[in-house]
């Protein structure tokens, strides 16, 4: 959630052609077999045009919910990084999600929501890994795209899996969180030298910032015209003279 109206996910969560009612967001769930959280309708689905499919660049949807949600201790926006941000290998980051616990395994009953802690992985190191011990994959070509980041160990061990698409990988940065990826691709789950791909939001910000404030709601445009502190302190105060004012009055008469 990186507002109270939008939501970010993968583009091949969504399965095309769709239809918006047949989409609901689920905010502050924990475990899935218990149902908690907020159910919100979908008014729109922003699907990034550049995404061909598997692997390619541009794995990156806005969702868009036909009303905003009231943020709660459960259900809160992460902090979008700018264009420029550029995260460290090595760097500790957390990816969450509901999906498989190793691979064809899925997340047993109750479906707790899981985390694991991972170290990002810049693109050229994450690129030269995919080479290693993969003759069929010529050296000259590249996996890892300029829109994706992975996180992980060279030994695997740790990853995320499939149904976790979409997901956050959340780094804290100065004290908060942004989202650094999204859960997309990998080969299989916590396999050595096969770390998981994310897609680099950084890359997408332009993007994001152009859906979603040309959409600003009527509700956020008023906000920007309430009056500024002052103002209304000072209208408080001619209206506490006035009812001083009043007072006197009445006690004089
Ligand atoms: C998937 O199929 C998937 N190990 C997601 C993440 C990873 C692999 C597959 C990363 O949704």
Do not use: E
């Not at 907020?38 to 868009?64: K, N």
């Not at 030298?193 to 709601?217: C, E, F, K, L, M």
Request: one cysteine or more; proline letters at 7%.
């Amino acid at each position: 959630m990186i507002d109270n109206q939008w939501v970010l996910t993968a583009a091949h969560c969504i399965i095309k052609p769709y239809t918006l009612a047949d989409y609901m967001v689920n905010l502050g769930a924990y475990q899935l077999a218990v149902p908690s959280g907020v159910l919100a309708a979908v008014s729109a689905i922003y699907v990034h045009p550049i995404y061909q499919g598997d692997g390619t660049s541009g794995d990156i949807a806005l969702i868009r919910l036909q009303s905003p949600v009231p943020y709660t201790d459960y259900i809160m926006n992460i902090c979008l990084p700018a264009q420029d941000v550029q995260f460290p290998s090595g760097l500790s980051c957390y990816v969450t999600g509901w999906g498989s616990i190793k691979q064809g395994v899925s997340l047993p009953a109750p479906q707790t929501l899981q985390m694991v802690q991972l170290p990002i992985i810049d693109q050229a190191q994450c690129n030269s890994m995919y080479h290693i011990n993969n003759p069929s994959l010529p050296a000259s070509q590249t996996l890892i795209q300029w829109d994706m980041i992975c996180a992980g160990f060279p030994n695997g061990q740790k990853d995320a899996c499939q149904g976790d698409s979409g997901g956050p990988l959340a780094c804290k940065w100065n004290g908060s969180w942004l989202l650094a990826g999204l859960v997309s691709w990998g080969f299989g789950c916590a396999i050595a030298n096969r770390p998981g791909v994310y897609t680099r939001v950084s890359a997408y910000s332009d993007w994001i910032q152009q859906h979603v404030a040309v959409q600003a709601t009527p509700a956020d445009i008023s906000i920007q015209n309430v009056p500024n502190n002052s103002t209304g302190a000072s209208s408080c105060l001619t209206y506490l003279l006035f009812l001083l004012t009043v007072f006197i009055h009445i006690i004089l008469w």
